[in-house]
Each structure stands twice: as C-alpha cells, then as structure tokens.
C-alpha cells in the first residue's frame, strides 16, 4: 500500500491547492496522506473535507513541517498527529510567518539592487508561508531565469548574492511545541543535513520520536543508513516525497516516490 507522509500545498510553498492534492493521491493510488505545509496547518480541514467526498480517498494525517536552525545547518522538524487547534503551536507558526514577511522584503531589495525586479504579494499570515519559492517562480514569470532550480542555484541559495537568511526555532523548541501539541516529532529529509555527526547528535540529545528515513534526498544506501540509526536510537521510521508540484522538481507527480504502508506503519498508527 502506497502512503505519502510529506506534502505541501498552497497553504506553503506547492503548487497544489489541499483538494487538488488530495484528488492527485488518490488517483495515484495513495492511501494515506499526510499534508505537512511550512509552518501553517490552515490546508488540513480543506484536505479531510475533499478526502471525505470521495469513495476512495485517502487517511488524512495532520501535520506539519516546522523551519529549524543548528549553526549554519537547516534543521526541519516534521510533526504528525498533532492538535490543529493548539493554541502555543498557532501562535509561535503565526511569529514565524511574520518572520518571513520581514525577510521577503530584504530578498525583494537584495535581488532589485542586483538588477532583478519583482513583485511577490506578502500572504495573508493565516494562510500561505511565503518564502524563497515564491520568490524564483516570479523570477521565472519575469523571464529572468529558466526555472525554478536555476534561480536557485543563481541567486537564491545560501551563498549567493540573493539569499536572506530565515530567523528560526531551534529543535528543542519545535519539538517541544509538537508534544505539547499532542504528535510526533520527526527529524525530517536527514540527508539534506549534510552532516551525519550533527544528525547523531541532534537524535542523542533532542527527544525525537522519529526520523525521515525515506525521502528523495536519500539513496537506497542512504536510507539503510538512516534505518539502521532509527534502530540505534529506538526511533520510527517516516517517509514520503516531499511533494510541492513543482515543474523540475522530483517528484513531479504524487506516487512516483513510493513510500510502503509498512515501512512507516509506527507513525501512521501512533494514534489509531
């Protein structure tokens, strides 16, 4: 059975609105769905509700992908089963969006000194998580640049003339805001950590309930890796695609990156 544990919407940073998303694992023979937008869980009602009108829809699990920061290393912390209406978690994801907001605005001036002119509206912070995607998808409109991934690697990246970094939670506190909120806290795509020592390090000291083991950053090698670590520190077992819809972004369609019913069976049936 075919499951996909990380997907992001409208309501962040993909291109799918939550019904589009649900319609899409459906006819992809996806059974269980899990919407993990950047710091905002507004796409999850609108999810279950299409997940509910159709004779095939798939489970809904509420979740949610929470920015972190380690040094000069980008954490990010999936959280599942968690209360959407938890009132610490609206209001810290709420700070964070506003974060963003500020931050758009210095990418805007960074890339207009540089010759490049866009226009990105600020999202209303109850709704869509604004960041560097929206940034190079106006590029690209713009004709600037080609896609989405060349603004990237031209402007956007850490490193490059454009980027602005991102004021962010630490783990523990992200954590922490996903138990008090009743889920799971899950170390999410460890291999774009690029660093295994600190990924070991974080699962010692930060009490994670799991670890993404299969996402499209990780190789078959990769991913023993991460399963055998799992094991190690008495972890479960996450995984999904990562989708956001994105043209020249893999996966470019939902079921393409299979992720099997029980490989993360613990996560999914931690609250059945």
């Known amino acids: 059975m075919l499951v996909d544990l990380h997907t992001h919407s409208t309501n962040s940073d993909g291109t799918y609105t939550p019904e589009k998303l649900v319609l899409a694992a459906a006819a992809a023979g996806v059974k269980v769905l899990a919407l993990t937008d950047h710091d905002s869980v507004s796409g999850i009602v609108p999810a279950e ?53 500020v931050r758009l605005q210095k990418m805007l001036k960074k890339i207009a000194a540089l010759g490049y002119h866009v226009e990105v509206a600020e999202c209303d912070p109850d709704n869509r998580a604004v960041g560097r995607p ?6 690209v409109a713009k004709g600037y640049f080609a896609s989405v991934q060349e603004a990237f690697e031209v402007l956007l990246k850490r490193g490059k003339p454009g980027y602005e970094p991102q004021p962010k939670l630490s783990p523990e506190e992200s954590v922490a805001l996903l138990h008090q909120a009743g889920g799971l806290a899950v170390l999410a795509h460890p291999s774009e950590v690029e ?3 600190l990924v070991q390090t974080l699962l010692r000291n930060i009490d994670f309930d799991g670890i993404e083991v299969y996402h499209p950053s990780a190789d078959s090698k990769a991913q023993q890796y991460w399963l055998e670590l799992a094991r190690e520190f008495g972890l479960m077992a996450s995984g999904g695609s990562d989708f956001h819809g994105v043209s020249g972004r893999f996966p470019e369609q939902l079921g393409i990156f299979e992720v099997l019913y029980t490989n993360v069976k613990s996560v999914i049936e931690y609250k059945q």
């Open 49 to 101: 509700a299409a997940a509910a009108a159709l004779a095939n829809g798939p489970r809904i699990i509420r979740g949610v992908e929470l920015g972190t920061q380690v040094g000069e290393a980008s954490v990010h912390i999936l959280g599942y089963h968690i209360d959407i209406y938890n009132k610490q978690l609206l209001e810290k994801m709420h700070e964070m969006r506003y974060a963003r907001e």
């Open 195 to 197: 660093n295994r020592q």
């Open 134 to 139: 929206h940034v190079a998808k106006a590029l």
